[in-house]
């Protein structure tokens, strides 16, 4: 197929059917992403899907999902009318502001125009996302390698036993959002009273242990925020990578009425003028180091 015909991913939606996915913001979600079978796209071979939730029926309508990049594949020129956020889990995504190792998290604001790619070189790109959750205008764009652990953001968070190390990535005043890395040491143990405004626990690596219930690497779980203050017994026998974030489903629900019409979260570039597009600058981090490491073998 020439790249020219190629159209967006996630377009085959846009006449469809509507598809919603664990889009109850009520209810508690738990999705073992390892266990869900990957779902090609239509538009793009070699971008395959794995929904964790979704809601809407349009191009972009707000979503949460573990994306594969095949070695070479070119995601055509396109817009994110409500912003992005990432986590590269493996491989290395690419754009015009630089290359995503893994570990790295990434949130790009509302109007973010990109045609990333995966260099054929590098091997496929895994990437956990999340697809139109910008409610509001001006955020920054926010690229943290969480791989760095020399860096002095990072802090020891109160735990029963064992130690938690936690990182902010960001926090909004506006919307009550707050998205953070924590590290769980092996043998770890932490009584949790769940925040305001829901909460989302995805599991990098590693296992987490939850009032008994063991969630495996790439789990995702969503707790809603009716939920606020109940206690959650965590644990980490053998350790874990956590990327969570509370605060913001309400800001999401918003999100999902709006999502009713789905020409507002469309993926064309053209809905801009040229001007209203953000492409941002080289991201600025230094992948050097880390680039080396991954060319070295395991000894
Ligand atoms: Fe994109």
Known sequence: MAARMLAHDQDALVE?????????????????????????????????RKFLDRYGNGQFVPSTSVVSFA????????????????????????????????????????RWCHAPYVDPQNDDAVLWVKVSQVAEEGEPIIVEDTCDLDLSEWEDAPSTSGRIRRRPLHTSQRTGERVWIELWEPGTENLVTQPAGGEEVFVISG??????????????????????????????????????????????????????????????VLQYREGERIHGSAHGVDVRRRKRELETPPR
């Open 16 to 48: 469809g059917p509507t598809i919603n996915v664990n889009s109850e913001l009520g209810r508690r979600a738990v999705v073992q992403t390892a266990a869900v079978p990957w779902s090609p796209s239509p538009w793009i071979p070699g971008i395959n």
């Open 71 to 110: 070695s070479g594949v070119r995601d055509p020129y396109h817009a994110h009318p409500h912003g992005e956020e990432f986590y590269v889990l493996s491989g290395v995504f690419t754009d015009h502001t630089g290359d995503y190792l893994p570990g790295f998290y990434v949130r790009h604001p509302m």
């Open 207 to 268: 296992s987490l242990l939850e009032n008994g219930v063991a969630h495996p690497a790439l789990t995702w779980i969503r707790n809603p925020p009716d939920g606020e203050g109940k206690c959650w017994a965590r644990s980490a026998p053998e350790g874990c990578k956590l990327l969570m974030k509370s605060g913001h489903l309400p800001m999401v629900s918003k999100l999902y009425e709006q999502a009713k019409d789905g020409s507002l979260f469309s993926s064309s």
